[in-house]
């Protein structure tokens, strides 16, 4: 028959002394730590599935606020929306976002002719420009203009 021998793990032997059983809980701790943090757990184990599970809550349950993630307007942002956006509503009117190249187009008017017109050629009704703000990068280009339209 064959012989016995103990376990050489420290891990493991401290894990089964029952006289300092304080050890024997860091030791499983740790053991556990090591393991998640190493995803060395068998796939389809409740171990792995609680890690998934935890990994899904924070993707999902973290507010998008804790990251300052703001979204910035870019040239590509306007190009992919044929040259105007509508930002929003607010009570002093409709803002919109014109892209730069599209009242460079319109040459021999000023900016706010070109805004005006190209606002009541898509919007098909006359307009009244409340402002018109120019909207630059951060390297100082011109991307667009930022125009508010009474209602």
């Not at 924070?58 to 942002?77: G, H, N």
């Not at 040259?83 to 014109?98: D, H, K, N, P, W």
Request: some cysteine; aromatic content about 8%; proline content about 7%.
């Amino acid at each position: 028959m064959a012989e016995i021998k103990p376990m050489s793990d420290p891990l493991v032997q401290q894990a089964l002394r029952p006289e300092q059983p304080l050890l024997g809980a860091w030791a499983k701790f740790r053991l556990f730590l090591s393991r998640s943090i190493f995803w060395s757990y068998e796939r389809g184990s409740w171990q792995y599935d609680i890690i998934c599970a935890a990994i899904l809550a924070f993707i999902f349950l973290t507010p998008r606020a804790l990251f300052r993630d703001r979204p910035t307007l870019e040239l590509s942002d306007l190009r992919h929306r044929q040259g105007m956006i509508e930002v929003g509503r607010t009570q002093a009117g409709s803002v919109f976002l014109v892209d730069a190249r599209l009242v460079e187009s319109m040459e021999p008017l000023t900016s706010e002719e070109a805004v005006k017109a190209i606002l009541q050629a898509r919007l098909k009704h006359p307009v009244t420009l409340k402002s018109l703000e120019p909207v630059l990068d951060k390297n100082g280009v011109m991307l667009g203009y930022t125009a508010v339209v009474s209602p």
